[in-house]
Nanobody
């Protein structure tokens, strides 16, 4: 059974940085993998922030994340990271790690099969 455990959330002032981590375990896929980060603010929809596809190593970013966020992974520790810089109060949300096996990747929520429990990010002005 695939399990995802996020960490690294917290409170930060506007302009600050945070790095989220997600450890993925229990998968036996031998093909491609798509790992992503989503966020959901209170009363809002869960939206894709960044995703990484192992087939071709392509990354995908939401417009709001481009230039400020970076998704990366460590194959040895099966960890995917989200480095977030220049944070604003609008970035405050619960952040979720997501995973699906396969050769296609993107930011569509319905694409992903497995989800973590989330880690809270709060940015104060």
């Amino acid at each position: 059974q695939v399990q995802l455990v996020e960490s690294g959330g917290g409170s930060v002032q506007a302009g600050g940085s945070l790095t989220l981590s997600c450890v993925v375990s229990g998968y036996t896929y031998t093909g491609g993998k798509c790992m992503g980060w989503f966020r959901q603010a209170p009363g809002g929809e869960r939206e894709g922030v960044a995703a990484f596809g192992s087939f071709g190593g392509r990354t995908h970013y939401a417009d709001s994340a481009k230039g400020r966020f970076t998704i990366s992974r460590n194959n040895v520790t099966n960890t995917v990271y989200l480095q977030m810089n220049s944070l604003t109060p609008e970035d405050s949300a619960m952040y979720y790690c997501a995973f699906v096996g396969g050769f296609l990747c993107g930011l569509e929520r319905q694409r992903f099969r497995y989800w973590g429990q989330g880690t809270q990010v709060t940015v104060s002005s």
